[in-house]
């Protein structure tokens, strides 16, 4: 029991990490502009590509809002995050061109007959939607109905999965919808999968020996480019969005978590970051580099992503340089001489 206790605080502690982490203004709350690089850091975007990623964000998002405000607050996102833990933790270690495929037929098909001319590698599983007579099928073929998981449970499941507005489950929420099938049958999420797939034709043994396949890793625009933040400790992150905010205000007695280019410059100088290794031009570049279109303001997760390209062009480490930036915000301007440098 203890042990159970131990790991929950844990989890929940790990879950207040992530969660503040991409609160990237700080406002307490997730919003659709930050959503999406949550999605990204918690594996949720995994096999998306930038055509159809906001259109999947966007669902998320309403699903997630759950009271309507506009923002997603922590017990909001607690669902989701334990979700992606759970899948990261299950159905990662299941074949998942093969559950591509399985989900591809029951939702074209209705069977889980594989057929000819079912190309995933083209992605068009991702547009494929499941409807409740196709998960019901499924459940009824897979033989999961039974008196512990009857007919009404099955579609009680498929109807916590749906989006808001929406009517048929798309392949993230099917994954959803089958860790609540395999809760209910008392397994583990990947061991029901490897069952079903069975159906479709493969022997348990084929699937079993597939299990180090994993979904292709999202690289798009939301996908982060550094993965530094852990290694800093919240004094450095807190000083950090202190200076970056401060230099987003420009001296202004306003809160803002938007910086333009020649903000992020002004930072750079009056830091003293500039010297031979890197230079106002290679601070241009940088900035430029880590905004994807059409964003023209850097937000604070970006600058961060920005200070590790810094890092790399000056040849230190990247907590070194951000730990230097957020002692020069903690510092006030009279002792900002007496910092090392960067």
Not at 109 to 116: A, G, M, N, P
Not at 125 to 132: E, L, Q, V
Not at 177 to 184: K, M, Q
Request: proline share 2%; charged share 30%; hydrophobic share 40%.
């Amino acid at each position: 029991a203890f042990d159970l206790v131990a790991e929950a605080e844990e989890r929940d502690a790990a879950a207040r990490t992530c969660f503040k982490k991409y609160d990237t203004d700080g406002s307490g709350a997730i919003d659709r502009n930050e959503l999406p690089y949550l999605l990204a850091g918690l594996g949720v975007l995994d096999g998306l590509d930038d055509s159809n990623v906001d259109e999947f964000v966007d669902a998320e998002f309403a699903k997630m809002d759950a009271d309507g405000s506009g923002n997603i607050t922590y017990n909001e996102f607690v669902e989701l995050y334990n979700s992606a833990i759970r899948y990261q933790e299950e159905v990662s270690s299941v074949d998942v061109h093969e559950l591509q495929e399985m989900y591809h037929c029951l939702c074209t098909f209705k069977t889980f007959k594989r057929r000819d001319g079912l190309d995933i590698d083209k992605g068009d599983w991702i547009k494929a939607t499941m409807n409740k007579e196709a998960f019901g099928k499924m459940c009824r073929d897979g033989k999961l109905v039974s008196k512990e998981l009857t007919q009404k449970a099955v579609d009680g499941i498929f109807k916590k999965c749906l989006a808001v507005g929406e009517s048929t489950l798309k392949y993230r929420q099917f994954l959803a919808a089958l860790g609540l099938l395999a809760e209910r049958k008392g397994k583990k999420t990947h061991e029901l999968a490897i069952e079903l797939m069975a159906f479709s034709g493969l022997k348990n043994d084929e699937l079993a020996a597939k299990v180090d396949k994993v979904k292709p890793k999202y690289t798009g625009k939301y996908a982060e480019k550094t993965s530094t933040e852990h290694l800093l400790d919240d004094q450095t992150v807190t000083g950090l969005r202190a200076l970056f905010e401060m230099f987003c205000a420009n001296g202004k007695d306003v809160v803002s978590d938007q910086m333009e280019e020649f903000k992020f410059l002004k930072l750079c100088r009056d830091t003293s970051l500039y010297d031979n290794k890197f230079s106002e031009k290679s601070a241009k570049k940088v900035f430029a580099e880590c905004m994807p279109k059409p964003m023209v303001k850097m937000n604070f997760m970006k600058f961060m992503e920005a200070c590790a390209k810094m890092a790399e062009i000056k040849g230190q480490a990247s907590e070194e340089l951000m730990t230097y930036l957020a002692l020069c915000k903690a510092k006030p301007a009279a002792e900002e001489e007496d910092l090392p440098p960067p």
